[in-house]
């Protein structure tokens, strides 16, 4: 059974520090991995996929991916209020084939 | 960027009365769309994949009669839910992948469904 496993939280952090979110999959044939965040009673939004090894930043967001050891994090710098919401990760196997979510983590970021 | 409109964003609707829901990409084309459902802090579930031009495939436990998908364009799939009762009260979002772009996928704005 493909799975996508996150800690729940919360995790906080206080503003301007990093917060780290952690995930793990299941799934070896995973290609495409993407971290969404959702506030209270909205849609997800997407922050950014990464398929490649090795790290990807975007603004103040950095997304690891470790495919050995079946991992995937999302580094945000100078954490502010606005940040605090829920985070998705979520694993695709190919095109056409749905997101595997996992359960979100919450992050609260703390003025 | 890409866009993908969900309508109605909110609704109410009285116990045993049927609801459909449109989810429409914008500025792209979407064989496939999905269909998530959402309890209140609960994590995303998907119910089903809608395919352009064929039957949707369902997820174990959603029953096909009740949550009827339609996809009857590369831009429009709709979710009809038949005989709503208070327990299919949820946040309803889609989500579609533009033809080509293997790595990017939309959400729409979700659809509160409120079944009284």
């Known amino acids: 059974q493909k799975e996508v496993e996150q800690n729940s939280g919360p995790l906080s952090v206080p503003e301007g520090a990093i917060a780290s979110l952690n995930c793990t999959y299941s799934?070896?044939?995973?290609?495409?991995f993407f971290w969404y965040r959702q506030y209270s009673g909205k849609s997800p939004e997407l922050i950014m996929f990464?398929?490649?090894?090795g790290d990807k930043e975007d603004g103040r967001f950095t997304a690891q991916l470790n495919k050995a050891s079946q991992y995937v994090s999302l580094l945000i710098r100078d954490s502010q209020p606005s940040d605090s919401a829920t985070y998705l990760c979520?694993?695709?196997?190919?095109?056409?084939?749905?997101?595997?979510f996992g359960k979100g983590t919450r992050l609260s970021v703390i003025a | 960027g890409a866009v993908v409109s969900q309508h109605p964003s909110r609704v109410i609707c009285k116990s045993g009365t049927s609801v459909k829901i449109e989810c429409r990409s914008l500025?792209?084309?979407?064989?496939?769309m999905f269909w998530y459902r959402q309890f209140p802090k609960q994590s995303l579930m998907l119910m089903a994949t809608?395919?352009?031009?064929?039957?949707?495939?369902?997820e174990q436990g959603v029953e096909k009669d009740k949550f009827l998908i339609n996809h009857a364009s590369l831009t429009l799939s709709t979710l009809t839910v038949t005989s709503a009762h208070p327990e299919d009260s949820s946040f309803y979002i889609c989500?579609?992948?533009?033809?080509?772009?293997?790595?990017?996928?939309?959400f729409g704005e979700g659809s509160w469904l409120t079944v009284v």
């Open positions: 989500s579609a992948e533009p033809l080509g772009e293997g790595n990017t996928i939309y």
């Open positions: 799934d070896r044939g995973s290609q495409s």
């Open positions: 990464i398929y490649s090894n």
């Open positions: 979520a694993a695709l196997n190919s095109g056409n084939t749905p997101l595997v």
């Open positions: 500025d792209f084309q979407a064989t496939t």
């Open positions: 809608s395919n352009e031009g064929s039957k949707a495939t369902y």
